[in-house]
């Protein structure tokens, strides 16, 4: 879906199946001092069959990784 809640991806033949894939992700969060903090993250999708089956280009196919990374500073 995309972020105003319309279908990007869809089998109308239904054979596609539902497993989009499984996620795994790993957190880390670094107490710098008494105030600062560092969190990064990262997130690897690994493509489920109506993933690789609804795609229109290879790209499409491929499983997605992201990274995060975040500061903050408390008073």
Known sequence: YSAGGVPIR???AGRAGNGVGQE???IF???L???ADLLVSYSYLV???FIRETATTPE???SPSYVYV???YRW
């Open 33 to 35: 001092s008494k105030h």
């Open 60 to 62: 499409g196919r491929a």
């Open 29 to 31: 969060n670094f107490h």
């Open 10 to 12: 869809r089998d109308p």
């Open 47 to 49: 493509a489920g069959r």
């Open 70 to 72: 975040q500061y903050s």
């Open 24 to 26: 795994v992700d790993l």
